[in-house]
């Protein structure tokens, strides 16, 4: 797989997806001049954030082992 560094858009063939959580967050926080402590609310919402992210990583290998089982190289 090739590295992506952050300025670089991933390709169409690539699986992309923001979850939930995360537009909500970066709605809510956007980004700020200064560092400021997060709210207990926003703090939960990265939480799930992260809970959402990892279980859309897990589909993603689970689906690709499936297809790697299915077409042996």
């Known amino acids: 797989m090739a590295k992506v ?3 670089e858009k991933p390709s169409e063939s690539e699986n992309t ?3 939930p959580s995360a537009v909500k967050l970066k ?3 956007g ?3 200064a560092c400021r402590m997060l709210t ?4 939960e919402l990265l939480r799930k954030c992260a809970e ?3 279980e859309v990583v897990r ?3 689970a689906k ?3 297809e790697s089982q299915r077409n042996p190289d």
């Open 64 to 66: 690709k082992k499936d």
């Open 59 to 61: 589909e993603v290998l």
């Open 27 to 29: 709605r809510l926080i």
């Open 17 to 19: 997806r923001t979850v």
């Open 40 to 43: 207990p609310y926003e703090i």
């Open 31 to 33: 980004t700020s001049p």
């Open 5 to 7: 560094n952050d300025t």
């Open 52 to 54: 959402e992210t990892a």
